[in-house]
């Protein structure tokens, strides 16, 4: 464990747990969670030899909270530089959520050092609808989100764990687990939710020419699955696994589907 200084010597928190093998994936969380929420998915990669980087975003878990810029450029820049500062030259990025989209942008700055992509649920290219984009929802909902946290914070993030995150039944000590990882975070952290209204990265996500896991849940209620869709035919090398009984958290509903299908994917790089 160790914190990487990435802005006027403020510091976001990261695990870097080294394996035999040369892939190092790197782990980013969604919205206002934590690396923890990523603790049997690094058992699993540790176990089969590859190294593993989880982190906490700006403003979540263990990262200092109080940022000026939390956007999704600078969330993006900062897994460029976690990999820069752990001479990691062969990264394979994987973003749930919110993460998806910080991980597509990183992506393109990972240049050479990019091995692969794995979008879990990821809110990318689009999270709204747009210009020959019909999927998700409008920008205000984003924002209307946003006003919502902040009016009451503590039974908003309760209701989205205990009743819209998960499709299958995760038991409540997961969902009290997941809420509580998510209110470490601080209202920094809301504001690259707010920042994802009006993200497009459909030109990054057309150039980015390496091997792609997609993984969509069938009945994900936070992202809409047509955008998973959508990414798997917008990226150039991309496989799409499709996991019909899942909501917005394939790796925790179906832990073992989701991991087999990212081994195979990875043994194939």
Not at 61 to 69: E, H, L, V
Not at 70 to 79: K, M, N, R, T
Not at 118 to 144: C, H, I, K, M, N
Not at 208 to 216: C, G, I, K, Q
Request: one cysteine or more.
């Amino acid at each position: 464990m160790g914190y990487l200084a990435v802005e006027a010597g403020k510091q976001i928190y990261y695990e870097h747990h080294v394996g035999a093998k040369s892939l190092t994936v790197v782990l980013s969380h969604g919205w206002g969670m934590g690396s923890r929420v990523w603790g049997n998915t690094v058992a699993c990669l540790q176990d089969e030899g590859y190294s593993v980087v989880a982190y906490d975003h700006r403003g979540c878990g263990r990262s200092d909270q109080d940022f000026a810029d939390v956007s999704i450029e600078a969330l993006g820049d900062d897994v460029v530089k976690l990999c820069q500062h752990l001479g990691v030259n062969e990264a394979v990025v994987n973003g749930w959520s919110l993460g998806g989209a910080v991980v597509v942008d990183a992506a393109a700055k990972l240049a050479s050092n990019l091995a692969g992509l794995v979008l879990t649920a990821g809110a990318s290219p689009r999270y709204t609808q747009g210009e020959g984009f019909p999927y998700g929802g409008q920008p205000d909902d984003v924002r209307a989100t946003v006003q919502a946290l902040r009016a009451d914070r503590v039974n908003f993030l309760k209701g989205l764990y205990f009743e819209g995150a998960f499709a299958k039944d995760v038991g409540d000590d997961v969902k009290h687990w997941a809420w509580q990882i998510s209110l470490e975070a601080g209202p920094g952290a809301d504001a690259s939710l707010g920042a994802l209204a009006d993200t497009d990265q459909r030109e990054i996500m057309a150039a980015l020419d390496v091997p792609a896991l997609v993984v969509v849940g069938g009945r994900d209620g936070v992202v809409a699955p047509e955008i998973g869709r959508f990414a798997a035919e917008c990226l150039p090398n991309a496989q799409l696994l499709e996991m019909p009984e899942c909501g917005h958290g394939p790796f925790l509903e179906e832990p073992e589907t989701y991991h087999n299908a990212l081994l195979e994917y990875l043994s194939a790089l």
